[in-house]
C-alpha cells in the first residue's frame, strides 16, 4: 500500500533549520518539503512564505516543524495546530509550562499530532546509557554544561533577556539528557544563579537536585573559553558511566569511548511521522520543569554586566 | 458495615493547625486524631512527637496532614510515604514542581493516597461560580489579590527568601481558584515582579495570562494596608461575576452578593477520607506551574529595601 507523504511546513529559516532539520527532511521520504516560513530565509526551489498565516493558506500542509527562536514558538504552533495541522517542536517548546499545556488542550480538540522534541536525547550515547543504567544503582551524578556564550551565541541579547532561560538555553539539553537516562524523577532541591547586573536571565547557575536516594549536582557556565564542556557522570554500585560531547560520545566503566553517527534529527522527524500517523501527542515537560523549579527557589546573585 | 476510623497524625501545630484543620477533624467521624509532630505545639490529649519519624515509630498510623511551613513539607511527605502513610498536604505541596512529582511517584510506588490540596477551591462562592461560568463565553478576566504582609506574615522573613514565593504565597491561592472556574487552560504570556533590595521572592507582581481567547490579568500587592482586596471579576457574554473575600462571596451579574458557610477544611478532609478508601492520588499542579512559568519569565524590578 502506497502511503501519500506529509506535505510539511518548515518554519524559521535560520542555522538550526539549515545544518540540521533540512538534511533530515530530505532523508526521510515521509516527508515532502511543501514550503517554509520565515522573515528572512529561503529555501531553493521550495515556495517561501512571511508566517504561518500566509503559508497555511496559500499551500496545502499537513504538518509544520517550528524551529523560530523560542520566543514566538507558542503563537506559532497555536496557530497551526488552529489550522488543523500536525505540529513539531524544537527544544524548548515555548516559554512556559501553562503555554505547552494549552497547546497540549488545543492539539487534542483539532485531533492534531503534537511533539515537542528535545534533539539531545538522541545523541548515540543516550539510549546506551540509559539502557545500561536501567539495572544499576544510581549513586551520584554530575553534570557540567559549560560553554562560551560569545561563541555559540553572539549577540543573541535575548537569551539573557526575560524568557530567554540564559544558560540554560544550552542547559536545559542537560536536563533532558538526564531526565531520559535515569530511572527515577530528578527533583530540584536548591540552585544558586548568577545573573549579570541588568540582565533578567543567569550566566551560571549551580543546581542541586536528588533523583530517588542519589544526589544530582549540576553546574552550568556560560562563561567558559578554551575547551567547551557537556558531559554528564553517574556514579553506580558497577562503576561511573560517562557522556561526554554532549551525550555523543559514551563510556562505560573499564571500557574505551564508544560513538556513532549522529542520527538526532533523523530520529526525531522518523518519531513525527510515526505520530502523524496516529495523531498522537508526545509531550514531556519534565526538563522544562526542572528549570521553572530553579528560578522558582533559586538565589540570585548579582555580578558584573556582560556584553557581547 | 462499620468502618475503622482513619487513624490520623497532623504534622505541624501552628495557627492553621489549631485554626482549621483541628475543627475539621473534630467534625468528621471518619477520622480520630491519634498523635501529633510539631517542634513546638501540642493538643490536650493527643499523644504529641518531634517530627514524623518519632510519631510513626511510636504509634500505629494510617495517615498523616501536614501543615508545617512549605519548606520542610516535602521531606516530610516523603519520611511519611516511605512509612506506608497515606498523606495530605496543605498548599503549597512543596517549593518546586518536581518535588512533588516525586512524591507523586513514591505514593504510587507505596500505594497509599496522596492528596495536593488547596482550601481556597472550597470557598463558598467557588464551586456555584466553577458552574455558572461552564456555559459562557469568557471574555476577559481581571485578579486582584491585594493584602498587608505585616498584618498576615509578620516577622516571616523567610516568604521572602529563596522559595518562599513572596507575594504568591497568597496569590497562589487566587490561582487555584482561577483555573478552578475557568473551563480552559489559563497559560502565562509575561509578568513582571518587584524584589525589594537583598531578597529573592516579589512583594508585588503583575501577571498577564491568556485562558482561550480570554485576557486575564493579575495584580498581586503585599504593600496593601487599610481594606484587604481577595477578588477575581470575570467578564462574559452574559455580564460579569465577582468572586470576593477570597472566594467565599459570590455576585452574579444583576443579583445580589451571596456566601454560605465556610466549609473550606471539611470538604478537604472529606475528600481525603474518599481518597484514602481508594488509595488514589489527587494532584493538581497547575496553580504551583503558574507560579514557577511567572518566575521563569518575569522582568524582575529591583525596589527599595522592606523590614517587617
Same mark, same amino acid.
Request: aromatic fraction near 6%.
Given at each position: 500500500?502506497?502511503?501519500?507523504?506529509?506535505?510539511?511546513?518548515?518554519?524559521?529559516?535560520?542555522?538550526?533549520?539549515?545544518?540540521?532539520?533540512?538534511?533530515?527532511?530530505?532523508?526521510?521520504?515521509?516527508?515532502?518539503?511543501a514550503?517554509?516560513?520565515? /522573515?528572512?530565509?529561503?529555501?531553493?526551489?521550495?515556495?517561501?512564505?512571511?508566517?504561518?498565516? &500566509?503559508?497555511?493558506?496559500?499551500?496545502?500542509?499537513?504538518?509544520?516543524?517550528?524551529?523560530?527562536?523560542?520566543?514566538?514558538?507558542?503563537?506559532?504552533?497555536?496557530?497551526?495546530?488552529?489550522?488543523?495541522?500536525?505540529?513539531?517542536?524544537?527544544?524548548?517548546?515555548?516559554?512556559?509550562?501553562?503555554?505547552?499545556?494549552?497547546?497540549?488542550?488545543?492539539?487534542?480538540?483539532?485531533?492534531?499530532?503534537? @511533539?515537542?522534541?528535545?534533539? $539531545?536525547?538522541?545523541?548515540?550515547g543516550?539510549? *546506551?546509557a540509559?539502557?545500561?543504567?536501567?539495572?544499576?544503582?544510581?549513586?551520584?551524578?554530575?553534570?557540567?554544561?559549560?560553554?562560551?556564550?560569545?561563541?555559540?551565541? *553572539?549577540?543573541? +541579547?535575548w537569551?539573557l533577556?526575560?524568557g530567554?532561560?540564559? !544558560?540554560?538555553?544550552?542547559?536545559?539539553?542537560?536536563? $533532558?539528557?538526564?531526565?531520559s537516562?535515569?530511572?527515577? %524523577?530528578?527533583?530540584v532541591?536548591?540552585?544558586?544563579?548568577?545573573?549579570?547586573?541588568?540582565?533578567a536571565?543567569?550566566?551560571?547557575? $549551580?543546581?542541586?537536585?536528588?533523583?530517588?536516594?542519589?544526589?544530582?549536582?549540576? +553546574? @552550568?557556565?556560560?562563561?567558559?573559553?578554551?575547551?567547551?564542556?557537556?558531559?554528564? &557522570? !553517574?556514579?553506580?554500585?558497577?562503576?561511573?558511566?560517562?557522556?561526554?560531547?554532549?551525550?555523543?560520545?559514551?563510556?562505560?566503566?573499564?571500557?574505551? &569511548?564508544?560513538?556513532?553517527?549522529?542520527? %538526532?534529527?533523523?530520529?526525531?522527524?522518523? /518519531?513525527?511521522?510515526?505520530?502523524?500517523? &496516529?495523531?498522537?501527542i508526545?509531550?514531556?515537560?519534565?526538563?522544562?520543569?526542572?528549570?521553572?523549579?530553579?528560578?522558582?527557589?533559586?538565589?540570585?546573585?548579582?555580578?558584573?554586566?556582560?556584553?557581547?
Open positions: 500500500m502506497d502511503v501519500e507523504p506529509i506535505k510539511l511546513g518548515l518554519v524559521g529559516i535560520g542555522k538550526i533549520a539549515r545544518d540540521q532539520h533540512l538534511p533530515a527532511i530530505a532523508g526521510n521520504d515521509r516527508f515532502v518539503l514550503a517554509t516560513a520565515s /522573515r528572512q530565509g529561503r529555501v531553493d526551489g521550495v515556495p517561501g512564505y512571511y508566517d504561518i498565516a &500566509e503559508m497555511a493558506s496559500a499551500c496545502p500542509l499537513d504538518a509544520v516543524s517550528i524551529c523560530t527562536p523560542p520566543d514566538g514558538r507558542y503563537q506559532q504552533a497555536l496557530a497551526a495546530i488552529e489550522a488543523g495541522l500536525h505540529v513539531m517542536l524544537e527544544k524548548p517548546p515555548a516559554t512556559t509550562l501553562s503555554q505547552v499545556e494549552a497547546l497540549v488542550e488545543a492539539a487534542r480538540a483539532a485531533d492534531v499530532a503534537l @511533539f515537542t522534541t528535545w534533539h $539531545s536525547r538522541e545523541a548515540a543516550v539510549g *546506551p540509559r539502557a545500561w543504567l536501567a539495572d544499576k544503582r544510581i549513586e551520584a551524578v554530575r553534570i557540567d554544561w559549560k560553554e562560551d556564550i560569545r561563541r555559540w551565541h *553572539p549577540g543573541q +541579547e537569551i533577556g526575560p530567554g532561560f540564559g !544558560v540554560f538555553d544550552p542547559g536545559i539539553n542537560a536536563l $533532558s539528557i538526564t531526565t537516562i535515569l530511572p527515577n %524523577e530528578l527533583c532541591e536548591s540552585a544558586t544563579m548568577d545573573v549579570p547586573a541588568g540582565r536571565s543567569p550566566i551560571a547557575a $549551580s543546581v542541586q537536585m536528588r533523583s530517588a536516594g542519589a544526589d544530582v549536582r549540576a +553546574e @552550568f557556565d556560560f562563561l567558559q573559553t578554551g575547551p567547551q564542556t557537556w558531559s554528564i &557522570e !553517574v556514579d553506580t554500585d558497577h562503576g561511573t558511566l560517562r557522556l561526554t560531547e554532549g551525550g555523543s560520545v559514551i563510556q562505560r566503566p573499564g571500557e574505551k &569511548e564508544q560513538t556513532d553517527l549522529d542520527l %538526532e534529527y533523523a530520529r526525531l522527524y522518523e /518519531r513525527f511521522a510515526h505520530l502523524v500517523a &496516529e495523531r498522537a508526545d509531550v514531556d515537560l519534565r526538563p522544562l520543569r526542572l528549570v521553572a523549579d530553579t528560578f522558582l527557589i533559586a538565589d540570585r546573585r548579582s555580578v558584573s554586566e556582560f556584553l557581547f
